[in-house]
C-alpha cells in the first residue's frame, strides 16, 4: 500500500518537474534591483510605494549582494538595476563593456558616515579628520591604543574602535576620506557587517568610537553621540545633519550613493514608468528612511540625462572624496 | 573456607553496589546534560516569543515586507520557505531512499562501492555555503533554472540527500535478515523483496532523517542568499492550481522569492529597533514551522509503524 502511494507519487512529481522546466518564464512585467545594502533602504521604500500606486501591475524586488557583487550581477546581464554605494570602479566597468551592458548612473540621495562615541565621553567636543587618521591608519595597529596617544588633551582611557568589514562600501570610502587610501586601514578594530553590533560596542564603553551610515544614528541618537568632524585645520566643526549633507558643510564624509540603470532595461515600459516614479518620489523617501535627499534639481537632472541619454560614469572608475553634486551632475559621463 | 565464602560474597557485594552508583550518576548526567539543552532552547524560545509576541497578530502572516515595523508581514517569506521545503522534499525522499536502498540491497560490495560510501559520508560534513557555491554554478548558470524556488529547492535538497541517505541505510540494517531469507524463501525476487518488507518496514527509519534533514533545510541561509534569494519581495508565485486544463501549473516553481532565514535576517539588521520584534516574532513562526514540520513526520511514522506487524 505504501510503496504503490510512493511509487506513485514519484511518477508524478517527476513529471511535474520535466514539465516545470519546460515551460516558458513568467509572463508579468518585472523589475529586478539587486546591490548595495547602503541603497536598500532608499530603493526599498520606493519600491513599496511603486507596487501600492500600480496595484501589483508591475512587480519589483529588491535584492541585497553588496555593491560589489550587485556590479557583478548587473554586468552580466542579470539585474537591471543595481544600487551602489561608491561609483562604479575600472574593473567593473571593463566587465560590463565585455558584456555589452551599458549604463546610466543615477544619484539618488546622501549618506553622511558619522563617527559616534558613548554618550558618557565628555571630552570629545570634536575631532579632526587627521586626529580620525592617527586613530585609524594601518600604521596605528598596536601602537595607539589610548585616546591619549592621539591627542596629549584626551584622558587616558583605552580605545575601543568598531566599523564596518572590509567588503562594505562606508569601509571603502571612510579609509580613502580619512586615511587617504581606499581600504587602508589598523585591522585590531571590531567589525561588523551589522552596524547594530557597532551601536551596541560604542553605547557600552565610555572608550569607545565607530563609524556607520547616518540612518544608524538617526535611529539610535539617545544610545550614541555624534562627533562633529573638522575637515582641515582652521576650519569649524561640522555636526552631520540633513541641513550640513545637503549645503556640502559635511565633508568629507558625506557621499553620494547611486542607482545604476542598464540602457536595455531603461527601452522596457515598466522600468521607464519605475524610475519616473524613483525621481518624483525619492526625496520624499529617502528623507523618511533617514538619508538625506538630493536637491530637487538633481532627481530632475536624471531624467534628463536620461531622455539624452547619457550614459557612463562620471567618475572614471576611480574612488573620489569630497565632490558635490552640482559638479557631479554636470560632468561627462563615460563607459 | 566459610571465611573465604563469605568474604568473596562481601567484595561481590561492593562491586555490585559501587556499579549501581556509577549507574545513577550517569543518569543523573545524562538528565543533566538533557536538562541543560532544553533548558537553553526554552530560553531562547522564550525570549523570542516575548520579544515578537506584540507582532504575532494575523496581520502578520497575511502582509508583505514594507519598511513600516509595524505594517510589515512575513507573507513572502513563509509561502516562499513553504514551497521551497516542498520542493526540497521531493527531490531530496524518493532520491536518496533509492540510493540507500541500492547501496544496502542491490550494490555489490567493492571498491567502487566503498568510494561511494565514504563520499557521502563526507559530503554530510561539508559547509552549506558550499553546495551554494556548487547550485550557483550548475543550477543556476549551466541549466539556467534562474534564481528561482526549484533552484534552492534543488540546492537544499542536495544539502540533505546525504543525511536522508544515511539514515535510510541504518532504517534498512536494522529489519532482521530472517525476513529477507523468508520472502527470498517464498521465490520473492528482490524487488518484490524490496516492496513489500524492506521499504515498508523501514520507513519509520527513513521518516526520522527526513525530519533531520528538512529541519536542517528550512534554517539555511548561506547557500540560499548565494543563488540569489532577494530580501524584498511583495508578491506570491503563481498558483499552482489553475482554472483551466490541466489545473496544475508548474509557473511557480521558476518565480523568485524570499525564505524565513533572510526576512529574520534583514529585520534584525535594520536600525528602527522596532523590526526588531519583528524579527523575533518570524524567528517564533520558523521554530513553530519546523515544530509543525517534524510533527507531521513524527505522526506518520506512527502511523507506518502501527501497521506492521511481524
Redesign the interface.
Known amino acids: 500500500m505504501i510503496s504503490m502511494n510512493f511509487k506513485r507519487a514519484v511518477w508524478v512529481l517527476s513529471i511535474g518537474l520535466i514539465a516545470a522546466v519546460g515551460t516558458a518564464k513568467a509572463g508579468a512585467t518585472l523589475v529586478t534591483i539587486d546591490g548595495s545594502s547602503t541603497v536598500y533602504p532608499v530603493t526599498e521604500a520606493v519600491a513599496e510605494e511603486f507596487q501600492i500606486s500600480k496595484k501589483g501591475a508591475i512587480r519589483v524586488t529588491v535584492g541585497i549582494s553588496g555593491t560589489g557583487g550587485g556590479f557583478k550581477k548587473f554586468c552580466r546581464g542579470e539585474v537591471d538595476i543595481s544600487g551602489a554605494s561608491r561609483p562604479i570602479l575600472k574593473s567593473e566597468m571593463e566587465n560590463c563593456a565585455k558584456a555589452g551592458i551599458k549604463y546610466f548612473e543615477l544619484p539618488v540621495a546622501f549618506d553622511a558616515i558619522t563617527v559616534v562615541v558613548n554618550p558618557k565621553n565628555s571630552f570629545l567636543k570634536q575631532i579632526t579628520v587627521a586626529e580620525l587618521k592617527k586613530m585609524w591608519e594601518p600604521g596605528a595597529q598596536g601602537k595607539v591604543a589610548k585616546w591619549k596617544d592621539i591627542n596629549p588633551a584626551w584622558p587616558d582611557l583605552p580605545l575601543k574602535l568598531f566599523g564596518p568589514g572590509a567588503d562594505s562600501g562606508t569601509f571603502d570610502y571612510f579609509t580613502e576620506a580619512v586615511v587617504g587610501k581606499s581600504k587602508s586601514s589598523r585591522g585590531d578594530f571590531t567589525a561588523s557587517e551589522d552596524d547594530n553590533v557597532l551601536v551596541q560596542g560604542v553605547s557600552q564603553d565610555k572608550g569607545g568610537l565607530a563609524y556607520f551610515g547616518y540612518a544608524y544614528y538617526a535611529e539610535n541618537m539617545k544610545r550614541v553621540k555624534a562627533v562633529p568632524i573638522v575637515d582641515k585645520a582652521g576650519k569649524t566643526a561640522v555636526s552631520p545633519s540633513m541641513e550640513t549633507v545637503i549645503s556640502g558643510k559635511y565633508q568629507p564624509l558625506s557621499r553620494p550613493i547611486f542607482i545604476y540603470l542598464s540602457e536595455k532595461a531603461w527601452q522596457r515600459a515598466e522600468v521607464k514608468e519605475f524610475i519616473a516614479f524613483y525621481m518624483s518620489q525619492g526625496a520624499t523617501l529617502a528623507k523618511e528612511v533617514k538619508y538625506v535627499p538630493l536637491p530637487a534639481k538633481a532627481y530632475e537632472g536624471n531624467l534628463e540625462h536620461l531622455k539624452k541619454g547619457k550614459l557612463g560614469t562620471v567618475f572614471g572608475g576611480t574612488p573620489e572624496v569630497g565632490i558635490t553634486i552640482e559638479e557631479l551632475m554636470k560632468r561627462e559621463g563615460k563607459l | 573456607m566459610a571465611r573465604m565464602a563469605r568474604k568473596d560474597i562481601g567484595e561481590i557485594r561492593g562491586i555490585i553496589a559501587r556499579a549501581k552508583r556509577l549507574d545513577v550518576i550517569f543518569g543523573v548526567v545524562g538528565v543533566l546534560a538533557l536538562g541543560l539543552g532544553l533548558l537553553t532552547f526554552a530560553t531562547l524560545f522564550v525570549d523570542m516569543a516575548l520579544d515578537g509576541y506584540s507582532r504575532l497578530t494575523p496581520d502578520f502572516f497575511t502582509e508583505f515586507?514594507?519598511?513600516h515595523a509595524e505594517r510589515a508581514g512575513i507573507l513572502s517569506a513563509w509561502v516562499g520557505t513553504t514551497l521551497v521545503m516542498l520542493v526540497t522534499a521531493?527531490?531530496a525522499v524518493?532520491l536518496s531512499v533509492a540510493a540507500g536502498i541500492y547501496l544496502e540491497e542491490y550494490a555489490p560490495r567493492n571498491w567502487i562501492t566503498d568510494i561511494i560510501e565514504i563520499n557521502i559520508a563526507n559530503l554530510a560534513g561539508v559547509p552549506s555555503i558550499i553546495y551554494g557555491l556548487l547550485a550557483l554554478g550548475l543550477f543556476v548558470y549551466e541549466f539556467n533554472?534562474?534564481?528561482s524556488i526549484?533552484t534552492a529547492g534543488l540546492t537544499l535538497a542536495l544539502l540533505i540527500l546525504p543525511v536522508v541517505i544515511v539514515a535510510t541505510r541504518e532504517a534498512i540494517r536494522s529489519i532482521p535478515s530472517h525476513i529477507r531469507e523468508g520472502a527470498y524463501a517464498l521465490g520473492a525476487t528482490k524487488w518484490q523483496v524490496v516492496?513489500?518488507h524492506i521499504?515498508?518496514y523501514s520507513?519509520g527509519g527513513i521518516m526520522t532523517g527526513v525530519i533531520i534533514g528538512m529541519a536542517r533545510a528550512i534554517g539555511e541561509t548561506a547557500p540560499i542568499i548565494t543563488i540569489?534569494?532577494?530580501?524584498?519581495?511583495?508578491?506570491l508565485p503563481?498558483s499552482p492550481v489553475t482554472g483551466t486544463f490541466p489545473f496544475?501549473s508548474?509557473?511557480w516553481?521558476?518565480?523568485?522569492f524570499t525564505v524565513m532565514p533572510i526576512q529574520i535576517f534583514?529585520w534584525?539588521?535594520?536600525?528602527?529597533?522596532n523590526f526588531h520584534a519583528n524579527a523575533a516574532a518570524a524567528g517564533f513562526v520558523l521554530v513553530l514551522m519546523t515544530l509543525i514540520m517534524n510533527g507531521l513526520a513524527i505522526w506518520l511514522r506512527y502511523r507506518?509503524r502501527r501497521n506492521i506487524k511481524w
Open positions: 515586507p514594507s519598511r521531493c527531490v524518493p533554472l534562474g534564481q526549484l516492496q513489500h521499504l515498508p520507513m540569489g534569494a532577494l530580501t524584498f519581495i511583495a508578491f503563481a496544475l508548474f509557473e516553481l521558476q518565480s523568485p534583514n534584525t539588521s535594520r536600525p528602527d529597533p507506518i
